[in-house]
């Protein structure tokens, strides 16, 4: 099975170590594992030295992600979309750590800040908002920074209006 993977150039060594990896990330089948080999090589990772830089860089990914979630009041452990809505800011908006600092710090003590920080972004985005000037002298529509998004009011409902409720949901 590993004939195909040692002709384009991995060595038996690199090759376990990548097996290591993927059951590590409860990639436990065949095709998972030749996944992860192609997507590997297409990025140029055919080394010992190379791969553990990318992981390396992974792992310095996940830092920033962490530090970005802690700062925003949520203590839960990075996870898939985390780094899907990041790589969307860093890599796809091309936006820096001051307009993400500066997006943090309007976001936090939000309700669902995470999901608030993306839509401010969005937003920015969307209007070609490209500096740290722009971002600051843009306010969006009902995103402002003094005020929350989601305001809760009170109402009271009546017993049959509570039950046409539930039964609609």
Known sequence: ??????????????????????????????????????????????????????????????????????????????????????????????????IIDYAMSLSTGKPSAITYMNKLLSNWHCAGVDSLDKAKAFVPAGMTANTKSNKVTNKEYSAEQLNSLFSDL
């Not at 990896?21 to 095709?31: A, G």
């Not at 979309?81 to 936006?95: A, E, F, G, M, S």
Request: contains cysteine.
């Open 1 to 98: 099975y590993s004939l195909p993977f040692v002709h384009i150039g991995y060595s038996h060594e690199l090759l376990v170590t990548i097996a290591n990896y993927c059951f590590k990330q409860s990639i436990r089948t065949l095709e998972g594992y030749a996944d992860i080999v192609h997507k590997l090589y297409k990025k140029g990772i055919l080394n010992m030295q190379a791969f553990t830089e990318y992981l390396n860089d992974l792992v310095a990914y996940d830092e920033k992600i962490k530090d970005l979630l802690t700062n925003l009041g949520i203590s839960r452990r990075v996870t898939e979309q985390d780094r899907v809505i990041y790589r969307t800011w860093t890599l796809d908006w091309n936006y820096g750590d001051d």
